[in-house]
């Protein structure tokens, strides 16, 4: 039976375009290559799923950088009270304890992807899963249905909704980027974001139990001088990782394919530059003379780190603050507010949680996210060229694009 929409996809933007659409009477087939249907949804945010925030529209398309204004449209139609209200419908409410991060009641990510499902069946939309998907059917620049391995589905409308590289085991692949090429669109570059990065640095390995909060990292490159992040840091056998870095790797992993290894600068004491410290540690040493360095400076990093940094800087650990070499003790407090660390790798696609680059935005209409260049084909999620930071962000892009798809004619 010939369908009003076929979708490509079965993630998060996938299964709410189907909703939208099937709530407004439309016939849809959802075509997922995977066993099931939401696993990469299922595993996000650490199984507790951040599906939004509670920032203004404005405030949050600036989170996407410079494309983040392609967004508008789909979040004036669905933005988070919407999609809140939506689960609502579904028996599935939610809760922003920290003010700024929704989460479900339940902190399962299963919840969320069990309330897609079943209204999915309550809205009897056809799902196939396993199918593999080798082309879009068009005619005069117009979308008649999809070639996938096992046969043919008759649609005049086509939504690509494959998601990003990231992950392959839970979905990830260039399946959708493949066929919208196919038909004429742009790809741009491909880098894998949201991930842990790799520093050549080995003394971040005896640090490893300690969570650094409200860390800074910077590029310390002239060029690119002014990308930074805040946030908490965990460092690695190897390297580095926690919210904070998830987010800068997707400023570092374009640099380090140009230049192969980035310099940064860490200020691991929440912004307090080398004269605050100073400052500190005289009045700590005048009044508690006895007292060590790693007394001294407890307030601001975990011990682990301290013992590192003594190491690094030709300090012993045990002496006080004012019997040390002058310049060792100037060299510690350099290496304190604007820790060198130096990025060397990172795992690639396999674990990178999104993926920066995609389809071309100018070719996509953000008012309905149709292609401009095949009448019924349009694009939802991740495949676009468009990706946020930790925080709910990428989720709320995938549902409110999901759901402007799913309002098409």
């Avoid at 609502?88 to 922003?96: D, E, R, V």
């Avoid at 690119?224 to 946030?231: C, E, P, V």
């Avoid at 820790?339 to 060397?344: G, K, R």
Wanted: aromatic share 8%; charged share 20%.
């Amino acid at each position: 039976m010939k369908k009003d929409l076929i979708i490509i996809g079965g993630g998060a933007a996938g299964m709410m375009c189907a909703i939208s659409a099937a709530r407004r009477g439309k016939k849809v087939l959802v075509l997922e290559k995977l066993p099931q249907l939401g696993l990469k949804l299922k595993a996000s945010g650490g199984g507790r799923c951040n599906i939004s925030n509670t920032l203004e529209n404005e405030i949050f398309m600036e989170h996407f950088g410079k494309n983040g204004r392609f967004m508008q449209d789909a979040l004036r139609v669905f933005d988070h009270k919407s999609l809140i209200e939506f689960f609502a419908s579904l028996q599935l409410t939610c809760n922003t304890k920290d003010g700024l991060r929704i989460f479900p009641d339940s902190h399962d990510s299963q919840s969320v992807l069990n309330a897609l499902k079943n209204e999915l069946q309550r809205l009897h939309v056809a799902v196939i899963c396993g199918a593999y998907i080798q082309k879009i059917l068009t005619n005069d620049g117009a979308v008649m249905g999809v070639q996938a391995r096992d046969g043919t589905y008759m649609a005049t409308n086509v939504v690509i909704a494959t998601g990003g590289l990231g992950y392959p085991m839970l979905g990830g692949g260039d399946d959708g980027h493949k066929l919208a090429q196919a038909l004429g669109h742009k790809i741009t570059q491909l880098y894998p974001a949201m991930m842990p990065l790799f520093v050549k640095e080995e003394w971040v390995g005896h640090c490893r139990a300690d969570t650094i909060a409200k860390a800074t990292l910077r590029v310390a490159l002239l060029k690119y001088k002014n990308l930074h992040a805040t946030g908490d840091l965990i460092f690695t056998q190897n390297g580095i990782r926690g919210p904070l870095v998830l987010d800068f790797a997707r400023e570092i992993t374009p640099l380090l394919e140009k230049y192969g290894e980035i310099p940064i600068h860490a200020n691991l004491i929440k912004g307090l530059n080398e004269e605050q410290v100073r400052v500190h540690c005289r009045a700590f040493a005048y009044e508690n003379p006895q007292k060590n360095i790693l007394e001294t400076l407890k307030f601001f990093l975990p011990q682990s780190v301290i013992i590192q940094f003594c190491k690094l800087c030709g300090v012993d650990e045990n002496a006080s603050m004012a019997k040390i070499d002058p310049q060792k003790r100037d060299a510690l407090l350099r290496q304190i507010t604007k820790t060198p660390l130096h990025v060397s790798a990172h795992e690639g696609f396999k674990k990178a949680m999104i993926t920066r680059g995609g389809v071309s935005l100018k070719q996509i209409n953000p008012k309905s996210m149709q292609s401009k260049l095949v009448k019924g084909l349009y694009f939802c999620g991740e495949v676009l060229d468009l990706d946020g930071p930790c925080g709910g962000y990428n989720l709320q892009w995938a549902f409110s694009s999901g759901y402007l798809c799913g309002l098409m004619k």
